[in-house]
């Protein structure tokens, strides 16, 4: 069986499919566009995809007849067809909960460079701008027993709240598709409508798997409706929020502040006005940017293939329901 992988991965994932007797298909140089990722996918059995810049949508399912399994190196699939995928056969495999503390602790990290300035102090400092103690310049805000609203208390989510309770004592709010009966065990959370959320939120986390009738939910709308002391968070997918909308509720005071680990557009171009803004902290997208993260991803995504080579179902299915014929 052929795999094409678009990407380097950890060795710990490449050397699991070689054991397993599986040909890799790599490409012949980074950065492929388009139409050479799609010749590389058009002459292979299955993929271990990484990124989301190409999306697997009908047209692509037409160009690939011979593609019969995709392993994603990703949790998230908003990327995929899944629905067309199913119908035609092709289980999706992604990579859960080995990226969940990671994604979680870029959430956390993210809150308190917000809460405490802390992109805007160190510019002043690489700016040549440290000045003299002022008591009344860049302060910050504490987190002690303030409220944190999860949007998606999913496993990600359920670690950003466990966190920031342990850490600041922090009230746990959320709203989700289905109440999280752990999370009101362990950490008493108190499940809220959505309009609950956004205004009794002091920190609003997004954790939300995203699906296209959520583009936008976090616009003009909700955040003029959010406390003026409220940092907004997103490590989900940069379609929740509608950046124009987040810029002016910034830059107007509606919102104290935001911190960023994935934008809308994705990439972010580096004169986006929202970067000039001391109230914001921007990341790459590196919620599981950590060598265990990354290792635990490229173990299930060969898993998925390996288990898809021998017959059986892949481990982490995104369409499980693609083997309810078998
Ligand atoms: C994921 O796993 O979904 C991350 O966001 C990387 O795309």
Redesign the pocket.
């Known amino acids: 069986m052929k795999v094409f992988i678009n990407k380097k991965i950890p060795e710990t994932g490449t050397d699991m499919l070689k054991e397993a007797g599986l040909q890799i298909v790599w490409p012949d140089h980074e950065n492929l566009s388009y139409e050479e990722w799609l010749n590389y996918c058009k002459n292979a059995d299955a993929i271990v995809s990484i ?2 810049e190409f999306k697997y949508d009908r047209s692509f399912f037409d160009a690939c007849p011979d593609i019969k399994a995709i392993a ?7 990327h995929v067809d899944i629905k067309e995928a199913t119908h035609r056969g092709i289980p999706v495999g ?2 859960p909960d080995v ?1 969940s503390k990671a ?1 979680s602790d870029v959430a956390f990290l993210l809150m308190q460079s917000v809460a405490r300035r802390a992109s805007y102090n160190f510019r002043k400092v690489k700016e040549g701008h440290w000045g003299a103690f002022d008591p009344l310049h860049a302060l910050g805000q504490e987190l002690y027993g303030k409220t944190l609203g999860i949007f998606g208390l999913g496993r990600i989510g359920y670690e950003m709240a466990e966190k920031s309770k342990k850490a600041f004592g922090m009230d746990i709010i959320y709203h989700n598709r289905h109440q999280n009966i752990q999370a009101e065990k362990e950490l008493d959370a108190k499940y809220v409508s959505f309009d609950q959320l956004i205004e009794r939120s002091d920190v609003l986390s997004v954790h939300a798997s995203f699906t296209p009738e959520q583009e936008g939910l976090f616009n003009d709308y909700v955040f003029k409706r959010m406390k003026s002391n409220a940092i907004f968070i997103n ?3 940069g379609g929740f929020h509608r950046q124009t909308d987040l810029y002016d509720a910034l830059a107007d005071g509606q919102i104290w502040g935001a911190g960023l680990d ?1 934008t809308n557009p994705e990439p972010m171009s580096a004169d986006d006005p929202i970067l000039e803004l001391s109230n914001v902290c921007v990341l790459p ?1 590196i ?2 940017a950590t060598v265990e993260a990354r290792n635990g ?1 490229a173990r299930l995504a060969a898993g998925n293939i390996i288990a898809f080579s021998k017959g059986e179902k892949m481990p982490y299915c995104a369409n499980p329901e693609v083997y309810s014929g078998q």
């Open positions: 990124g989301a994603l190196y990703s949790v998230g699939f908003d992604n990579t990226l994604t490590t989900a997918r994935v997208h919620g599981s991803m």
